[in-house]
């Protein structure tokens, strides 16, 4: 598993001590240091080889987006705000996130799930064998990795989704619409309000339903149209 090397930039102890928390529960991060401000990340950015910054962006000194706009090869950035009003600044940077505090861990999850789902960070690496495409999901108190080409289906369940594989089942809270942000289009499609269906594990299907592993699922009227297009190419 591709071990991404993070640190924190944030000059709020208690934030930095909570984002501390969650890195240690995720196993393929590895914090690497927590700054109190850019300065001193710039330091850090010359002497390790960090592929993932949590950053703040009002920091003494010199402010987080002034930050990001120093770096010639910026890494991956997961902006951590208690303003929303800077989100539309911070993807025009074209950070991987943008998390409003007070963070809640799964939020987090998925913010660092999409290292997994977008691969590579850019950066020269030694050539290793490629873990497939996977994603990491809450479940009674632990991290389970779920390889995308393992899911069949994906149901909610009104707080919570389950994902269905052909060897298990597995139940998070999230809601779909979450999810299926996380999911790679090219492979997932949303058929109704409750279901999104893994493409290359339809078995059959009609304008009405589709069938997979001996599951019918409803197509929803509103998708239908997207269904039809998207299972005609």
Same mark, same amino acid.
């Given at each position: 598993m591709k071990k991404y090397n993070c640190i924190i930039v944030e000059d709020e102890p208690i934030a930095a001590e909570v984002l501390e928390d969650y890195i240690c529960q995720i196993p393929f991060l590895e914090l690497k240091g #927590?700054? =109190? +401000?850019? %300065?001193y990340a710039m330091e850090t950015l010359q002497k390790e080889n960090i592929d993932l %910054?949590?950053?703040d962006i009002h920091l003494p000194k010199l402010k987080g987006f002034d !930050?990001?706009?120093t770096l010639k090869? &910026? &890494?991956n950035i997961i902006i951590t705000s208690a303003y929303q009003e800077y989100a539309l600044a911070g993807y025009e940077l074209n950070v991987t996130d943008y998390l409003l505090k007070p963070i809640e861990f799964n939020r987090f999850l998925m913010a660092v799930n999409k290292l997994n789902r977008n691969g590579s960070t850019g950066k020269a690496e030694m050539s290793l064998p490629a873990d497939? +495409?996977?994603l990491f999901f809450n479940v009674s108190k632990k991290l389970v990795k779920v390889y995308l080409d393992e899911i069949l289906y994906i149901e909610s369940l009104r707080e919570y989704i389950k994902i269905t594989t052909k060897e298990k089942n597995i139940l998070t809270k999230m809601q779909l619409g979450e999810v299926e942000d996380m999911l790679p289009s090219s492979s997932f499609l949303r058929v109704h309000r409750s !279901?999104?269906? =893994?493409k &290359? #594990? %339809?078995d059959a299907f009609s304008p009405a339903k589709i069938e997979i592993n001996g599951k019918t699922i409803p197509i929803g009227r509103n998708y239908k149209d997207a269904v039809i297009a998207t299972m005609g190419k």
């Open positions: #927590k700054c =109190s +401000d850019a %300065i %910054i949590f950053l !930050f990001v706009k090869n &910026p &890494p497939r +495409d996977h !279901f999104i269906v =893994s &290359p #594990k %339809i």
